[in-house]
């Protein structure tokens, strides 16, 4: 595979990528003339086939790529539980919550619950726990789609601004042209590049070791350095107390919060029927599952052809190890940027990382336009479907402008730490909501502002305090180590939280009803009685006259 066309290579997948993907948002704008089809992607846009399909794109991101192969390349068995949770998040989903979350008109979780509950108030505080998920896995992804561009193209550091820039503009173009049913093609393509890629790179590497995976594993356990910890579970955050409850916690946080991300759960909305949802579950868990196998065998492939070590000098996250092990698998005289196989995986990276940047911009702006707007209601109770269409075309540009502003000066600062952010936010108070919502009859809007308001402020100040701020190589802040708060990742404290808080609301939500029922009924009882009636001389009956004055005839 090797040969000095490796670039030329590169910019042609690049750009023929680039311009399928702008075709068939180009060919679903057409067809978006209403809020529906924006939104949706109208009612028929995908069946089983596309739905699922269109799923597992939104689901696959930079994270399940370079973050996962990180993993499982620095930490062995803890990786390859990420990995496992990952597919076991989206099956849950899909199986649990894909039927309950169809619904005609319901294009955001504000519309859901504003429907559900009755109660309109529900969606400004729907529309900052979404925005507070959405936004720093945006940040985090278009930051990657810069530093892609710049592998690929062999730029300096220098342009990594205008890279990120570039795929901004791009992500711009697929989610305010196409709406749903455009960024859905292109989350199909990316599922169809990143397997092609991925089963390419995994064929290699299993090839290199006689097809056997146990002496791959083997190999990665002898170059990692750690002996027998790299086959058991707890060598990410270390073998103390605190890192067995961290590694509880973060897999608690994974197969929740990845379950609960609001682009994922507005991809099930648009589902026609039960039945649809159900032959879904496979068009959307299959891929994922051969990515993350895939994704498994790099990451091993990577600590049996370059080390443990090597991978964490190069990033502490591990979040190289995907394109280093390109380079290993395919040597050339000009570097790893002048193969093909470079050129392949970091152009399927590429498409997914834009791909999802697509989604989740679409999904952020609907949550400001939808729910962070008081006045959101649907067309046809009295705003047109240009208008609606336009103001959110206005959103997604905002939304596009400020992340890639705030990606061009935050870089790769905290990246793990943002995705850990995300996914417990959406864990513990998108979770909550959505169960109690689905399957607790009587939850209350005050249930669902408890949820939020009360676990935000919670998730911050631990999170703030814990060694994903400050105290650990991944840190926002390395150089600094003011953590009290021993565990990463706050999982096992907030999302119960969040549970209790939604019980808590709903018990008080309760008690005002009966307050307010047994004030009523008292209000309907007369203060003073009124006087017994009598006959007048004609033998008519009159009733007494009253505090209230005489009656009238």
Known sequence: MSGGDGQSLAVVVFLGFVAVSLLLCGLAAADVDDAEHFYAGGSAAFGPVGGGLAIAGDYISAATLLSTTGAVALDGADGMLFAGATVLSLYLVMRIAGEPLRGAGVFTLGDLLAQRLGD???????????????????????TTTGRIMVAMFDLGEGALIGCTITGGALMICYAAFGGMRGVGYVQILKVGVALVALLILAGIILARY???PLALFDAARHRS???????????????????RLDLIGFQATLVVGAACLPHLTMRLHPL??????????????????????????AGLGACALIGRDAIRAADPGGATALLMVTGALDPVAGGARHSMLFSIVACAVFATTLAAVAGITLAAASSIVRDLRARAVPCAAGRSAAGEIRRARVGIVLVGVVTVAAAAVLADRGRLTMISLSFTVAASVLAPILLYTLFLPGHSATGVRCTVYG???????????????????????????????PLQTPGLITIPAGFLLGLVGRTRAGATRRHA????????????????RRRDPVGRTQAGSSENGPERH
Do not use: E, N
Not at 121 to 140: K, N
Not at 229 to 234: C, K, V
Not at 517 to 532: E, Y
């Open 455 to 485: 676990t935000l402020p919670l998730i911050v100040v631990l999170m703030g305090g814990s060694p994903a701020v400050t105290g650990s190589p991944v840190a926002v802040f390395p150089g600094h180590d003011l953590h009290w708060f």
């Open 210 to 212: 006689g097809w056997s």
């Open 225 to 243: 350095g750690a002996g027998g910890g790299y086959a058991r579970p707890g060598l990410h955050f270390g073998p103390s107390l605190a890192g």
């Open 517 to 532: 029922g047994q004030g009523s009924a008292k209000r309907t009882v007369p203060a003073v009685p009124l006087r017994p």
């Open 120 to 142: 309109p108030s529900v969606r400004r505080a729907l529309g900052i726990a979404s925005l507070v998920v959405l936004t720093p896995l945006l940040l985090v992804q278009l």
């Open 272 to 297: 026609r029927d039960a039945r649809t949802a159900r032959r879904a579950v496979g068009w959307a868990v299959g891929p994922v599952a051969l990515v993350c196998a895939g994704v498994v065998v």
